[in-house]
């Protein structure tokens, strides 16, 4: 079964620093999003992105955050100064249809900053 | 950001009970209403999800109910089991962007 893959399931780094965390979607689908979840929180809606660029953002997104498209496989999430309250769970997703919601999830990416 | 509001935030049922989550949203600018399912440790997975030109769907154990007039929709699971013990999310796209909005989240656990 196609499944959305991301890596690294866990990083840990250092406040200041720049990360970039990577999705591979589901090959077929063409809406990709990022969403983030603080300890076991609420799932929190990041970006989202079609046809090479951002269609809705929140503002938790604001410009230490990009997301980019950089071949047709993979989708990164990158952020540039990374603060303590970046420490989350990101979650990539995507769907073929954006209108269902039915978004499909990765397994996430753990974020801590020191 | 408008508000997902879910009730209760926890729930605890014993198996083969039914356990109720609620949903209630503010304005929703498109018209599907999914559920998802999380387990620790994992990513949110679609459960089942409606359209409110009905105003119910059933799969298996698991019923949405829709309620449009009072913004509100509902998860109820049949004889519930500890494998279903999880969190629960509903979603509304509220600005008809296609931006899906979660739910505060509803622990479930189901005892044995």
């Known amino acids: 079964e196609p499944e959305v893959t991301q890596t690294p399931s866990h990083q840990v780094t250092q406040m200041g620093q720049e990360v970039i965390l990577r999705c591979v979607p589901i090959?077929?689908?063409?809406?990709f999003y990022w969403y983030r979840q603080i300890l076991g929180q609420k799932v929190e809606f990041l970006v989202s992105f079609y046809n090479n660029e951002i269609s809705e953002k929140s503002e938790i997104f604001d410009d230490q955050f990009s997301v980019e498209r950089p071949d047709g496989s993979n989708f990164t999430l990158k952020i540039r100064s990374t603060k303590l309250e970046d420490s989350a769970m990101y979650f990539c997703a995507s769907s073929w249809d954006r209108r269902t919601g039915e978004l499909f999830f990765g397994e996430g990416s753990r974020l801590t900053v020191l | 950001q408008q508000q997902v509001k879910q009730s209760p935030q926890s729930l605890i049922v014993q198996k083969g009970g039914i356990s109720i989550i609620n949903c209630a949203y503010e304005n929703t600018a498109f018209d599907y209403f999914p559920w998802y399912q999380q387990f620790p440790g994992k990513g949110p997975a679609l459960l089942i999800a409606i359209r409110p030109d009905v105003s119910e769907k059933k799969e298996g154990r698991f019923t949405i109910s829709f309620n449009k007039s009072a913004k509100q929709f509902s998860l109820h699971i049949m004889d519930s089991q500890p494998g279903d013990s999880a969190t629960y999310f509903c979603?509304?796209?509220?600005?008809?962007?296609?931006?899906?909005?979660f739910g505060t989240g509803t622990r479930l656990k189901v005892l044995a």
């Open positions: 090959s077929n689908h063409l809406y």
């Open positions: 979603a509304v796209d509220t600005s008809g962007t296609y931006k899906y909005i």
